[in-house]
T-cell receptor
Framework: DQQVKQNSPSLSVQEGRISILNCDYT??????FLWYKKYPAEGPTFLIS?????DKNEDGRFTVFLNKSAKHLSLHIVPSQPGDSAVYFC??????????FGEGTQLTVNP | DTAVSQTPKYLVTQMGNDKSIKCEQN?????MYWYKQDSKKFLKIMFS???????INETVPNRFSPKSPDKAHLNLHINSLELGDSAVYFC??????????????FGPGTRLTVL
């Protein structure tokens, strides 16, 4: 039973354009969501998070949007840079509980 | 300074052997975790310790035994290794899971290959 799903295994965008990574979840108890970025041969790195009391959180080029009614969140990266090329994992938890990860989306930003 | 470190980075061993992976964090965090990333790239939690106490224990074979000598260390010992244990194992830490701090910091991973 996969409670966090990232339906796009890969995404390719041009440098300078917007990257939009999507994530869906099924557990209505989830109230905290995170995005992690992972380069090859490294561990995941925390990128940005959002609590369920918000619908948007922004940090520099990265913005996460949460649509609770649709159980959907997305990560926007604008402008995209070649160094953003990595695997992006969506994760969710209910506070005080474990993180459940999606399967990841490989983002490739072409120069 | 590395925040979460794991040793070794690579581990190649024969079926049936016993091996350990060590993890240390210097962030002063209270909670530490072990994750397994299988061939399908899913990151799945195996164990979590909070202040040296086991708080999460997923359905993991009892050949896997975590040990936390202090809150900065969480080691993973695996007995009687099997081919299916081949994976990348990640250690992570967070400030205090039980207080709701979910931002976890990951180590670089240990790639275990069982032959």
């Amino acid at each position: 039973d996969q409670q966090v799903k990232q339906n796009s295994p890969s995404l390719s965008v041009q440098e300078g354009r917007i990257s939009i990574l999507n994530c869906d979840y099924t557990n209505s108890m989830f109230d905290y969501f995170l995005w992690y970025k992972k380069y090859p041969a490294e561990g995941p790195t925390f990128l940005i998070s959002i609590s369920s009391i918000k619908d948007k959180n922004e940090d520099g080029r990265f913005t996460v949007f949460l649509n609770k009614s649709a159980k959907h969140l997305s990560l926007h990266i604008v402008p995209s840079q070649p160094g953003d090329s990595a695997v992006y994992f969506c994760a969710a938890s209910d506070r005080g509980s474990r993180l459940t990860f999606g399967e990841g989306t490989q983002l490739t930003v072409n120069p | 300074d590395t925040a979460v470190s794991q040793t070794p980075k690579y581990l190649v061993t024969q079926m049936g052997n016993d091996k350990s992976i060590k993890c240390e964090q210097n962030l002063g965090h209270d909670t530490m975790y072990w994750y397994k990333q299988d061939s399908k790239k899913f990151l799945k939690i195996m164990f979590s310790y909070n202040n040296k106490e086991l708080i999460i224990n997923e359905t993991v074979p009892n050949r896997f035994s975590p040990k936390s000598p202090d809150k900065a260390h969480l080691n993973l010992h695996i007995n009687s290794l099997e081919l299916g244990d081949s994976a990348v194992y990640f250690c992570a830490s967070s400030q205090d899971l039980l207080a709701g701090y979910n931002e976890q910091f990951f180590g670089p991973g240990t790639r275990l290959t069982v032959l």
